[in-house]
């Protein structure tokens, strides 16, 4: 897969790149997935937008199903690869 550097939101599912704020919106998530981390000791943190842990992902658990409303989405860490967020359509 080619690198990817930048986040896109414009799609379902969404694919965040890079740490900080990826949407301030109200989302309704089918599941996180992690992808191609560096080291299995890599860790993708996603929070909402207080600051409430949603998601932690790892080599060893790449994929949560969440199945909600995440009110803001943040990547508190992301040392390496990329997430993929699923979205929920009603």
Do not use: C
């Not at 969404?14 to 990826?22: F, R, T, V």
């Not at 989302?27 to 600051?51: C, L, Q, W």
């Amino acid at each position: 897969m080619a690198a990817i550097f930048l986040n896109d939101i414009g799609a379902n599912p969404y694919i965040l790149a890079e740490e900080g704020d990826a949407t301030a919106k109200n989302v309704k998530v089918r599941s996180f997935t992690y992808r191609e981390p560096d080291n299995p000791s890599h860790e993708a943190v996603i929070e909402d937008s207080s600051g409430r842990l949603v998601a932690s992902l790892t080599e060893a658990i790449p994929s949560v199903e969440y199945g909600g409303w995440v009110h803001g989405l943040t990547i508190q860490s992301l040392p390496s690869g990329y997430v993929i967020v699923a979205l929920m359509t009603e």
